[in-house]
């Protein structure tokens, strides 16, 4: 007989994982221990996800999209274009890496020991760096570029964003620097650079 999947059950799940996940990491938490969390057995996980792999997707892309959903608000009040692509740059390279106890370096434990039969799936990175294109094409618009270059620039940020996700995990208080957000923010933006340095000669 088919079990019925109940929403309290799968709720109790993505809870415990997510928990734990931030507590202790993808790599050192079990199903087991996730089963215990959440006061069920660790049959009843694979009732409801097909893998740990699987249950770890479904925690990390809503704490993702959260992410970029606050910085799409905040962005939307800063009307200079520099500044707003700077703030994008802060929290992908340097707030959202380290944010709950490095959380987003389970992303990386999850992809590097993923078995061959997980089926990986783009979809997740393309759904957000469509959404980070957007952020960065309503900077860039008028300025330089269009959309290509903006899809673009998102793809090498979520690159990058991985790397720096890595190192706030083995150098933790070592984030992403000024210079280096700032060094991009000048090659897209080299009038504003150019500005700042004549103010500062005279």
């Known amino acids: 007989m088919a079990q019925v999947k ?10 415990a994982a997510l928990r734990l ?26 009732v409801y996800f097909r893998s740990k792999f699987a249950l770890f997707y479904a925690v990390f892309e809503p704490w993702l999209q959260q992410r970029l959903a606050l910085v799409e ?5 800063i009307a200079d ?4 692509l700077r703030r994008i740059l802060v929290a992908l390279w340097r707030e ?6 490095g959380f987003a370096n389970n992303l ?10 997980e089926s990986y799936s783009p979809g997740l990175l393309h759904a957000v760096e469509q959404r980070v294109a957007a952020m960065i094409d309503g900077c860039l618009a008028g300025s330089r570029g269009g959309r290509a270059d903006s899809a673009a620039l998102a793809h090498l940020s979520f690159m990058a964003f991985d790397g720096f996700a890595m190192h706030a995990h083995l150098r933790a208080g070592e984030p992403c620097s000024d210079a280096v957000i700032d ?5 897209l933006f ?3 650079r150019a500005g700042r340095r004549a103010l500062a000669a005279g």
């Open 190 to 192: 080299p009038a504003a």
């Open 73 to 77: 608000r905040e962005i939307a009040s």
């Open 108 to 117: 990386m434990q999850a992809l590097s020991t993923a078995a061959r039969d």
């Open 21 to 46: 996940f931030r507590k202790t990491g993808y790599v050192d938490t079990t199903v087991n221990e996730i089963a215990g969390a959440a006061r069920t057995s660790r049959a009843n996980i694979y």
């Open 96 to 101: 959202i890496p380290s944010d709950a106890n």
């Open 81 to 84: 274009p520099r500044r707003r």
């Open 183 to 187: 060094t991009v923010c000048d090659l």
């Open 6 to 15: 109940k929403a309290e059950v799968r709720a109790a799940i993505l809870a």
